[in-house]
């Protein structure tokens, strides 16, 4: 059979699956309740309005069979949903009272069955590789319904059923169904409770067991059972209003440490957009560009195999953006930028906290808080207590027999300030998004690096062969030819934006240099070689990589890469070391700055060696957050001395600013760097929210490189690319700094490249950070959590022998405030 493919040739990145009949049900009996077909419809003409479904493949739809229904439900219930599309008015009406927020329509029970088969089909179309990542776009939604009962506007639980069929049918090991609907989907977790091969996340709204569906099992405590304990994850939001920095605080200290610990074959999201702005039964504050940024932020999990499949969302414009802006994201997309991220509510901060005291035995990613003293009392009072609170009654042990048939799921209050939400709402939708470039990627290159060569046999690791090798290596994987090529161009006068002008004019004058001369001068720097062409190189490096700033900052390209040597981020104003002989990022920093208006710019330096000029250049600079992971050794390793240190954390002016991660003792790996990204640089660069983002790209801390002697996997590199691509509406640069193993050094950029032509990544393994990592992680927590209000989760917590003792005191004290409740019973009646 021919494959499909898009109007541009190419085979589809991504699929859609849904059906117009969907629309067709609703509550008959009360004509504005929240769950009605626009939900559906005016989804729909959102994402052609955004030109969107036309660029994916159309899955289509069907209705699932009775076998595909009984993997999840019994017979029983199927028979009592297909029996209801017969049933007269009245007796429906009665049906309802039987479930929890439910209502049944003629049209229901073929809904059902399609929103199952448009589900069950996609993920199919996922899993063998026919598309990449797709979107169920379905009505009713699923996450509720239980295998014997409907419940929540939920009668056949699609994502469950679809995942153990891919289970059954594929052999899949490791499933990661992460559900951000602002209700628990208790159904999945009650599937899933005790299989290791699901990893259920739920972040949801709770109250402390005070909002539906009131169940004591959605608390954080009920991680799984047998063995399957530790693979189901609840996070409790007991705080109306949570925002963006609530959500995205709840992705870096918990969903993506714990994901990428569990590494998955494949990723089901249950996408509920109801704790988006706006909607009345979520009652959260989530922007739909939000929504994008969880998309960017586990694509590059499970080789970017990621189903989306809808569930709940109630108010209309919030819901079909936050739909299109997810879908726009699985095409590869840049996310629309965010506002800078505020401090989470400090419930929030206790929920995460009490979900990490509870699974750390189960996780090793989860080592960033530390043991809590026995004479030492939390500033979080509630990670010294366990659930559940005492004046909450729960469904779990006290379900109505039956419910009413005006249920609202939302606080009726909420009314009171429905008017100023729509107009936050109407604000929200008036912003434009920002058009895509016409080109993923440019590439920078020019010939006149190759002139740079050591005349002295000093034994150089940075030489010509480098460049020459990665551009062969990105030609003969293709990578080249998909790049727009940047022309090589010299700089004007850029050199003195930082570097002083008699140092200029020093280095100029090696053109003219005899061969004695010159390697006599060079010794007069640290490891730095000089030829008659170092200062023509050197200088035309530097004017290419402006051209690659000029063509992502106007608009030409969304990203952008520099394969230029010397190297840079060693080159002080008035002096040359570590191969580099003018600072190149630096200078494109202030570039971006003074030509193209560019208020925040985020550096960020994965060299091996710390970038100490770049550190000088903007040590006072507030508009600049420089961070650089670097080996350090407590000062022993190259460029030596203190300025990598934690502790050097900007000027007097701009503490915050400069960062450093200094990493000491053994040799790192790949979950050393991917823990940074997570519980440091993911949270300051969100905070910070940047214009531009520019990598410092040195690669000598890749395996088999002799100057870095670390661990790092050429895909790493690929995974830290694509954790920044969320930031800057994707504007990205990299500049390629050191690394000196032809091979490491290439593969490594290829992956670079690739990720940010939307190529998906392949898994890491191990994703298990080392004691040292830890330990260097916590020091820069500790140092920049005073400038930074995403770095506030450094706080100790029980250890397991505490938290037995906490248990067993709650357990006697409900036991005593139930017998003292059955006394006061017993006293009322007397």
């Not at 699609?158 to 208790?186: F, P, S």
């Not at 009131?214 to 996070?235: A, C, K, M, P, Q």
């Not at 189960?362 to 659930?387: A, I, M, N, T, Y």
Request: charged content about 25%.
């Amino acid at each position: 059979m021919e494959e499909e493919v898009d109007s541009d040739g190419q085979k589809y990145r991504t699929a859609v699956s849904y059906d117009e009949h969907m629309s067709s049900h609703f509550h008959s009996w009360k004509e504005d309740f929240t769950e009605k077909p626009e939900r559906f419809t005016e989804t729909i003409k959102r994402c052609k309005k955004y030109g969107l479904l036309e660029r994916c493949k159309y899955v289509p739809s069907r209705l699932a069979t009775e076998e595909e229904m009984m993997v999840y439900h019994t017979k029983e219930l199927i028979d009592i949903l297909e029996k209801s599309q017969f049933l007269p008015l009245e007796e429906m009406r009665k049906l309802s009272r039987l479930y929890d927020y439910l209502y049944f329509h003629k049209d229901i029970y073929n809904n059902a069955r399609l929103a199952l088969g448009c589900t069950i089909d996609l993920v199919e179309q996922v899993v063998t590789g026919k598309v990449l990542n797709g979107f169920a776009i379905v009505r009713p939604p699923g996450h509720h319904a239980m295998s014997n009962e409907f419940n929540g506007y939920c009668y056949l639980n699609n994502v469950a059923t679809a995942a153990k069929l891919a289970i059954k049918n594929h052999g899949l090991k490791r499933i990661l169904i992460l559900d951000w609907d602002v209700h628990h989907g208790q159904g999945i977790q009650y599937c899933f409770y005790d299989n290791p091969n699901v990893l259920y996340v739920s972040m949801h709204k709770y109250l402390d067991g005070k909002e539906w569906p009131y169940l004591r099992e959605s608390d954080y405590d009920h991680t799984g059972e047998g063995d399957g304990v530790g693979f189901n994850v609840n996070i409790p939001l007991n705080v109306i209003g949570c925002g963006n920095c609530d959500y995205m605080a709840v992705f870096h200290q918990i969903i993506l440490p714990i994901a990428y610990e569990f590494d998955p074959e494949l990723v089901i999201v249950s996408a509920g957009f109801d704790a988006a702005l706006g909607c009345p039964e979520g009652e959260m504050e989530v922007t739909p560009v939000c929504f994008a940024h969880f998309v960017n932020l586990i694509s590059s999990l499970a080789g970017g195999k990621l189903c989306l499949v809808l569930e709940g969302g109630y108010c209309i414009d919030t819901l079909a953006e936050g739909v299109a802006l997810s879908l726009k994201t699985l095409l590869g997309d840049p996310c629309p930028m965010l506002e800078p991220l505020e401090t989470p509510h400090p419930r929030t901060r206790e929920s995460i906290l009490n979900v990490i005291k509870t699974l750390r035995p189960h996780w090793r990613c989860l080592q960033f808080q530390g043991q809590l003293s026995d004479s030492v009392v939390s500033e979080f009072k509630g990670v010294l207590d366990w659930p559940p609170q005492r004046d909450v009654k729960f469904y779990t042990n006290e379900r109505p027999r039956t419910f009413s048939l005006s249920q609202e799921c939302y606080n009726p209050e909420y009314l009171d300030a429905e008017e100023e939400l729509k107009l936050r709402v109407a604000e929200l939708m008036k912003k434009p998004l920002q058009p895509c470039a016409p080109n993923k990627v440019c590439l920078g290159y020019s010939e006149q690096s190759l002139l740079h060569k050591d005349i002295s046999s000093g034994g150089f690791e940075e030489c010509p062969e480098r460049l020459q090798h990665l551009c062969k290596t990105l030609k003969n994987k293709g990578i080249w030819d998909r790049c727009l090529i940047t022309p090589e161009e010299k700089p004007d006068d850029e050199l003195s934006i930082a570097h002083s002008p008699d140092f200029i004019r020093q280095l100029k004058k090696i053109e003219t240099m005899e061969e004695d001369a010159l390697i006599k001068y060079q010794s007069s720097f640290k490891s730095v070689y000089f030829c008659q062409d170092s200062f023509t190189a050197a200088s035309w490096s530097v004017g290419t990589l402006l051209s690659v700033v000029d063509d992502v900052l106007t608009g030409q390209c969304q990203s952008g890469v520099a394969l230029i040597r010397p190297p840079g981020h060693h080159a002080e104003a008035n002096t040359t070391m570590g191969f580099c002989m003018f600072n190149n990022v630096g200078i494109a920093a202030k570039y971006a700055q003074q030509k193209h208006n560019v208020n925040r710019i985020v550096i960020i330096d994965w060299d091996i060696h710390h970038g100490n000029a770049l550190q000088t250049l903007f040590y006072d600079d507030t508009s600049v957050l420089y961070i650089s992971l670097h080996r350090f050794d407590k000062g022993s390793f190259y460029p030596y001395g203190g300025e990598g240190y934690h502790k050097c954390v900007g000027g007097k002016s701009a503490q915050g600013y400069n960062v450093n991660i200094a990493w000491n003792d053994e040799p790192k790996g790949d979950a050393d760097y991917v823990a940074a990204f997570q519980n440091v640089i993911l949270p300051l660069c969100y905070e910070f929210s940047p214009d531009l983002v520019l990598v410092a790209a040195g690669f000598d801390g890749a395996k088999g490189d002799n100057l870095g002697n670390y661990r790092l996997s050429p895909e790493l590199f690929g995974h830290m690319t694509s954790m920044l691509k969320g930031l800057a509406h994707g504007k990205i640069i990299l500049a390629l700094e050191g690394g000196y193993n032809l091979d490491m050094t290439s593969e490594s950029m290829a992956y670079c490249i690739s990720t940010l032509l939307g190529d998906p990544l392949p898994s890491l393994s191990s994703m298990i950070p080392s004691q040292s990592a830890v330990t260097s992680i916590c020091d820069t927590i500790d140092i920049q959590s005073e400038f930074w209000k995403s770095l506030q989760y450094r706080v100790d917590l029980p250890t397991e022998k505490q938290l037995e003792i906490i248990k067993e005191q709650k357990e006697n004290s409900m036991r005593e405030f139930e017998e003292q409740e059955n006394e006061d019973k017993e006293e009322d009646k007397d």
